[in-house]
Antibody, heavy 119, light 109 residues
Framework: QAQLVQSGSELKKPGASVKVSCKASGYSFTSYAINWVRQAPGQGLEWMGWINTNTGNPTYAQAFTGRFVFSLDTSVSTAYLNILSLKAGDTAVYYC????????????WGQGTLVTVSS | QSVLTQPPSASGTPGQRVTISCSGSTSNIGSSYVYWYQQLPGAAPKLLIYRNNQRPSGVPERFSGSKSGTSASLAISGLRSEDEADYYCAAWDDSLSVLFGGGTKLTVL
């Protein structure tokens, strides 16, 4: 069945960058979009945006423009989230989730990647 | 503060029926399907209800969703201890952004 497996936890210093991976299996990677969702410690879910795995075109939620970059490597069915110039406020669990496209549901989700930003 | 409003907490005893509400506006719930996600402690969210009231395979019939106008509800009947989790509603808005509710922590007493 469809599965998304994310890379492991990261500990970074402020100002550094981090790249989170999301590897898909069990389905045709380019037939579904990949969404990214952030969950700060003890907080709710926040949608970051999505990437069209067919065209590579990313769409960012308003709060995630500038330092957040979505990318793909379709040869290995993997989506990436790159966060630049990390701040303490970026400390969160980041999830990837599959969707058929805009207006569709998220299923499945990756297991999440904890990114901790601390000096 | 989330655009979709959920009660922060809900509770019930085993066997009871519990409902969780999700309130939005005409630009989101009023013009979109509503989705519900269950997040068990320490786990990733999982799809519970899609397109207002559809259950993915594997989700027990005890879980049901409904939508009316700019509000939606998730009902859980025959409450069980393993239902203790955070529940999030979600909807796409007119600008094709996803909105999540703030989440409801369900406690099984």
């Amino acid at each position: 069945q469809a599965q998304l497996v994310q890379s492991g936890s990261e500990l970074k210093k402020p100002g550094a960058s981090v790249k989170v991976s999301c590897k898909a299996s069990g389905y045709s990677f380019t037939s579904y979009a990949i969404n990214w969702v952030r969950q700060a410690p003890g907080q709710g879910l926040e949608w970051m945006g999505w990437i069209n795995t067919n065209t590579g075109n990313p769409t960012y939620a308003q709060a995630f423009t500038g330092r957040f970059v979505f990318s793909l490597d379709t040869s290995v069915s993997t989506a990436y989230l790159n966060i630049l110039s990390l701040k303490a406020g970026d400390t969160a669990v980041y999830y990837c989730a599959r969707a058929s496209g805009p207006t569709y549901w998220f299923d499945p989700w990756g297991q999440g990647t904890l990114v901790t930003v601390s000096s | 503060q989330s655009v979709l409003t959920q009660p922060p907490s809900a509770s019930g005893t085993p066997g009871q029926r519990v409902t969780i509400s999700c309130s939005g506006s005409t630009s989101n719930i009023g013009s979109s399907y509503v989705y519900w996600y269950q997040q068990l402690p320490g786990a990733a969210p999982k799809l519970l209800i899609y397109r207002n009231n559809q259950r993915p395979s594997g989700v027990p019939e005890r879980f049901s969703g409904s939508k009316s106008g700019t509000s939606a509800s998730l009902a859980i009947s025959g409450l069980r201890s393993e239902d203790e989790a955070d529940y999030y509603c979600a909807a796409w808005d007119d600008s094709l952004s996803v909105l999540f509710g703030g989440g409801t922590k369900l406690t099984v007493l």
